[in-house]
């Protein structure tokens, strides 16, 4: 190993290592610490995030990426050593074209919206948070407008920290695809006469046996219980902390069986990914991260949908929840559970949204961060944008804000160009499976059996082991040997409506 | 304030914060880490470590401490100012004599010798450990080297580390003060034909059970559970975190009662402490830092001895536990259940001892310590040593290593100086309980009613809120008036052996 890269590569080790400490100190704050705490944890957190940023952006650390780069010049662009450098030039540039003041802001800013927007969605009233996502999206602006390049939009800059190598103009493109079948499908379906027996969802489902099944799901599946952890939040959500602890979380409500159930498969598929990265060889540079938010997202709803709501899957499954809820299921048939669990319904809430209509919540909210960060639509014209949109796409009248614009976190946040990679992650997810399928014959057989092996075997071996060394769209070229398109999930989503609804 | 002065506190906050990040890595190594996940950790608390280890000990630190001494000469020297900077500069000071090199290499070893340790008590096999022992004994006295002033020993340098002021020649001569008159008491108890009915705390204690008891009494004395946490494991132990953030742990052994309910008293008292500490006022600075181990061991012994083994608690808290434990206990006289906690019997192992016996487990390994560290007791001839001296004060042969010299963790982990302050706690709370006797009238009275408010307020105006404003010594004096002494401890013992064995 050449000298400056060594150096290098100790660097970002230490970084990653201090970036794995702001991650536990995060998960503790969102499942341990108690309210007393809360107030100094934010000291912590700052204390932290500053000195990884002052370690990323050090001039001293510009130098020794420059003298790695001049040192592996006439190496194999495709070897580690390689991906490492380009990779973290790519972090390098963005990092230190952010001044510390600007980050500071919204950081600042961005907690304070988001106390502002509990608040207004707590009482149905978009005027208190309009003044809030203002200075928001201003400050996403500000640092759309140090971070975009010579060619792209402010948008495109602020999308390209989640999702590598995409533009507005790549993801139009392929949501433009997307659109007119998806609301064809969806107000085909509304308009048929066959309601799925959802009531079976929400009979009462006693809080430790679902503990219980979320357990045995996860394990079964192939989260490493012994390299992580399960607990509860508010919020679920999963954080791969460090080589050999990836920790999920989840909610249980007693009254609905899908909250804990298929939370769990989701952030299970995001901590199975996490637990096959090659964090301990590669551990602090991006050959050890994930590829981009939408591969991520892709390994969540390729185990909740493609696998968690498949005939096969409950084939094996069901006799077990039928046994463990004897007095809810014993006389509900297969069928009626499986119908029950696939129902797609035009909704108001993205979160509790079926996988069919996800997506159209998706592309509203992409249509409309994009008018906002642009200045096309001002924010005390976004209940109206928004409302106008939904009844266009899901054929509802939005109630009021808290249901309608007020409902997510992520503006409050300041995570403009964040939507669209959930919509990516579902076509990822589509075409990944067909080309799992097309590799393992018999995976339809060894899931009715209840053998996730083979599946995560693949997945780890065609995507988990490279890390960001391709981005998602490289990626889906090379485990499918097909472009990212939205044919795979249509037909996928076609196909249930035709098996459920008959449309 | 002062320009270097305010510089320095901010310095002292930075460093704190770091360290307080630190505690909590160090929490969930304990409480929530699975073993896929330790070795990493170690990197991670090893960084933090090193950070608060270079901040501490920078030049540019020191120079703003002598410009802050500067600075403030002329004001009052019992000034909170002025008590910050005379305890940072005793930190500094120590600090910077110690070479990185060295605590890197102390770190590395003793984590080896910890594992040798585990091994060797595990196996009975001394030879194991004592190889260990060997190296670790050499490091701490280099370190004791670099420490050490030019009148004391290098066993004071590793002391002045757990207990500011104190000294070998003063230790020993409170400890012969203490030593015979407890040695002829236990002869007597050992020797009377009483015998506590102990059967009573080894029934079936439902842990479920046990752990709402364990909430429930340390709610009752006062620990605020909006502002910390109670977990499980292996080793039970308190840690104040941060500001809001003080977190205790216990474990259930549903076969004992003693383990859970007891430890609970222990780390509750320790947390009692952490809370009152005045944090928010005065963070990074000695003002907020407990005045050393041996008060804060006073006051874990106060609430697990004082309080937690008294008559006037249990006529308060044994119609609950017999309502709790009703199979258990409900034939159980209060007298019988009294004596049953308030046992006296010389046992091998430190930690399971009574509140009479524990201070000869002290006084035998302060000495050998001593003997160890200055060279006139060799590794090999430990064992010998321990048993002739345990023979000596509690009378009993001891039957191997593993109930003998390998019981404890700390010397393997390099904790040489540290046992001395058990018993300093226990003489310090027979001392504090009794001033808070006479300062509150009807004490007796309100702790037979459950109310333990009045104490713990007086526990925090006279004690807590100083933080190491004074040494232990100088603590004592000021809230009764009298120096330390093993007296009030040694009569608390004698009286309670009459008033339970007779003699």
């Known amino acids: 190993m050449t000298n400056s890269f060594s150096t290098l590569l100790e660097t970002l080790q230490e970084i990653a ?70 990779e973290f030039r790519r972090d390098y540039d963005r990092a230190v074209r952010l001044p510390s003041s600007l980050i500071a802001q919204i950081a600042h800013t961005t907690s304070l919206a988001q106390s502002a927007w509990v608040e207004a ?44 190598g995409e533009t507005v103009a790549s993801l139009n493109q392929i949501f433009s695809e997307l659109k007119p079948r998806l609301v064809a499908l969806i107000q085909r379906i509304a308009g048929c006469d066959r309601q799925a ?23 079964l599946i192939g989260f490493d219980q012994q390299a992580g952890r399960i607990d509860v939040s508010v919020h679920p959500f999963c954080t791969g902390i460090a ?47 994930p590829a981009g938010l939408g591969i991520h997202e892709s390994q969540s709803r390729l185990w909740e949908n493609f696998i968690g709501r498949s005939r096969a899957f409950w084939s094996f499954f069901y006799p077990k929840i039928q046994t463990m809820f004897a007095p809810q299921l014993k ?58 949109r939904f009844k266009a796409y899901l054929g509802l009248t939005v109630p009021d804000d808290t249901q309608g614009c007020l409902q997510d976190v992520h503006w409050s946040a300041g995570l403009m160009g964040y939507f669209p990679t959930y919509s990516l992650g579902n076509m990822y997810a589509a075409q990944f499976f067909n080309a799992a399928k097309q590799a393992i014959p018999d995976l339809d057989r ?22 960001r060394r391709f981005t998602g769209r490289q990626l889906v070229r090379r485990v499918t040997g097909k472009e990212l398109s939205p044919d795979d999930l249509l037909n996928y989503l076609e196909n249930k409506a035709q098996e459920y609804y008959g449309v």
């Open 331 to 388: 006389d509900t048939s297969f069928d009626d559970w499986l119908f029950s669990i696939n129902q797609v319904r035009p909704s108001f809430i993205r979160t509790e949204a079926d996988e069919a209509t996800y997506n159209l919540h998706i592309l509203l909210r992409f249509e409309l961060e994009q008018q906002l960060i642009n200045g096309d639509l001002s924010v005390q014209d976004l209940p109206i944008a928004w409302n106008e």
């Open 197 to 219: 027996p959802i009531h079976l969802l929400h009979q009462h489902y006693p809080s430790n046996l679902q503990e219980q099944l979320t357990r045995d799901v996860a394990g």
């Open 243 to 289: 080589p050999g602890d990836t920790r999920i979380t989840t909610r249980y409500d007693e009254h609905f069986f899908n909250d804990a159930f298929f939370g769990t498969l989701h952030e299970t598929g995001h901590a199975l990914y996490e637990q096959q990265l090659p964090k301990h060889t590669h551990f602090g540079t991006a050959l050890a991260e």
């Open 121 to 164: 969605r707590k009482n149905n009233h978009f005027a208190t948070f309009a003044p809030w996502l203002g200075k928001v999206l201003d400050l996403k602006r500000q640092e759309a407008s140090c971070l975009r390049t010579s060619t792209g939009t402010l948008y495109d800059a602020l999308l390209e920290g989640y999702e590598p």
């Open 446 to 467: 060894q899931i009715c059996q209840g053998q996730f092996k083979p599946l995560l075997e693949w997945l780890g071996v065609n995507i988990h082991v490279h890390g």
């Open 17 to 86: 290592t201090l970036g794995s400490v702001d991650s536990l100190v995060n998960w503790d704050e969102q499942v341990m610490l108690k309210p007393a705490g809360i107030e100094f944890r934010a000291k912590q957190s700052a204390l932290l995030a500053r000195m990884v940023h002052e370690r990323l952006t050090s001039p001293r650390l510009g130098e020794v990426l420059a003298a790695a780069e001049a040192e592996l010049s006439t190496e194999d662009p495709a070897s580690d050593s390689r991906i490492v450098i380009r």
